[in-house]
């Protein structure tokens, strides 16, 4: 197995367990604001989900000859097009979230992750913007093809892999959501109110 198939599968690996793992903090987070876990559930980790497994399902159904390699090749474009897009929009947010926490916190560690976001964010962008253009361009080239349902084909890809996605991390929204309902509900058991009386 070469080595660039290597590190796409760990890449790809990477992404699926900070998908999931963004997807149980915006649990967490929604207990606190129900419209912050939403918007850091659908862009930490819907969005990513589907990018990763949208690129997992095509790559599998055209290795077993399924869909025709233009298929995935529109597919790969329209997601680093529109799901690259969103990746770079949760980047912000990822990193002003980190840095706020970093400076709240005084903590090396916290000041590490925030490093990491941002160099991430500066990457993700200049990749973005290095290469949109060419997938739009492929994107357009593939669409003038005369090949049967392209169309059909990728919105039916799409709507597989949103799917997966969608069961995969509202599994664990719904943990980390019900993992700060427990976390409140034992603060008020141990540590009820006082009474100034």
Do not use: C
Request: no cysteine; charged share 10%.
């Amino acid at each position: 197995m070469p080595w660039t198939w290597v590190i796409t599968i760990a890449i790809l690996i990477i992404d699926t367990v900070i998908s999931i793992w963004n997807s149980y903090a915006a649990g967490i987070t929604s207990k606190a604001s129900r419209r912050l876990g939403i918007l850091f559930y659908v862009l930490g980790g819907l969005v990513p989900m589907t990018y990763v497994t949208s690129i997992v399902l095509s790559t599998l159904l055209v290795m077993f000859k399924v869909v025709s390699y233009t298929a995935v090749d529109l597919l790969l474009n329209f997601d680093f097009v529109v799901f690259g897009a969103a990746i770079i929009v949760w980047g912000v947010i990822a990193s002003s979230t980190s840095i706020i926490v970093a400076v709240g916190a005084r903590d090396w560690r916290a000041g590490l992750v925030s490093a990491y976001n941002i160099g991430a964010l500066f990457y993700d962008t200049w990749d973005y913007l290095s290469n949109v253009g060419d997938a739009i361009a492929n994107m357009v080239s593939n669409l003038t093809r005369d090949e049967d349902n392209l169309i059909v084909m990728l919105i039916a890809l799409l709507a597989i892999a949103l799917t997966i996605g969608l069961v995969i991390t509202y599994a664990a929204y719904r943990a980390g959501r019900k993992r700060a309902l427990q976390y409140r509900d034992s603060t008020i058991v141990n540590d009820p109110p006082h009474n100034p009386m």
